[in-house]
């Protein structure tokens, strides 16, 4: 268990509607990700973090927005949702399973509907 | 085309057999390659991480590396219906953090008890 919670685990909005999903970790790692899965596409990269206010773009960032104020919390904002942005978004932070095993872990996912 | 290349399934085997899951990449600066479970409804969960060629082994399964034909495979031996889960490969050129992770679309198994 990578100590990762996500919040909401559920979500429908109608589109044009601001929503932010949160994601919490308690065991004080640098980075953190979002991601998005749909069928087809696999799991592509949103956004990540790298530390306290410290943010950049991944491959799918167009209309999402990310913020870090705390280690703990890594918010992703849709500042108006779209149909398109229906999708599981996943977080995920940076740990490591034993010597030279850095790798991602992810929490248990917000299935989000944009009606 | 897509970078990682995964055969989606579904695949469904008896119990007992031994299962390959395969990915096929084209970048050849990928050298870290891993190997998540994902249960329905759940987040991906890592069950292998192998750095370059060669095997790695853990319990009941294998996760072979070919850097030359740019191949990585997962083996489950002994199958068991608790191993009915979608199956993502993912690999990257670095292990910063910074680093991108790039994911095959997964392929869903099925264990026929």
């Known amino acids: 268990d990578a100590g990762i919670t996500q919040s909401p685990r559920h979500k429908v909005t109608e589109t044009g509607t601001p929503v932010t999903l949160r994601c919490h970790q308690t065991e004080n790692h640098r980075y953190m990700y979002w991601y998005r899965q749909d069928p087809g596409h696999g799991l592509r990269l949103i956004h990540y973090s790298y530390g306290v206010k410290d943010t950049d773009k991944g491959e799918v960032s167009d209309g999402y927005s990310v913020s870090r104020s705390k280690t703990e919390d890594f918010l992703l904002t849709l500042e108006s949702a779209t149909s398109s942005q229906t999708s599981v978004y996943f977080c995920?932070?940076?740990?490591?399973?034993?010597?030279?095993?850095?790798?991602?872990?992810f929490g248990p996912g917000t299935r989000l509907t944009v009606l | 085309q897509k970078e990682v290349e995964q055969d989606p399934g579904p695949l469904s085997v008896p119990e007992g057999a031994i299962v390959s899951l395969n990915c096929t990449y084209s970048n050849s600066a990928f050298q870290y390659f891993m190997w998540y479970r994902q249960y329905s409804r759940k987040g991906p969960e890592l069950l292998m991480y192998t750095y370059s060629s060669g095997n790695k082994e853990d319990g009941r399964f294998t996760a072979q590396v070919d850097k030359s034909s740019k191949y990585i495979s997962l083996f489950i031996r002994d199958s068991q219906p608790s191993d009915s889960a979608t199956y993502l490969c993912?690999?990257?050129?670095?292990?910063?953090?910074?680093?991108?992770?790039?994911f095959g679309t997964g392929t869903r198994l099925t264990i026929i008890p």
């Open positions: 995920a932070i940076r740990g490591s399973g034993g010597p030279g095993t850095d790798t991602q872990y």
């Open positions: 993912a690999m990257s050129a670095g292990n910063f953090g910074n680093e991108k992770l790039t």
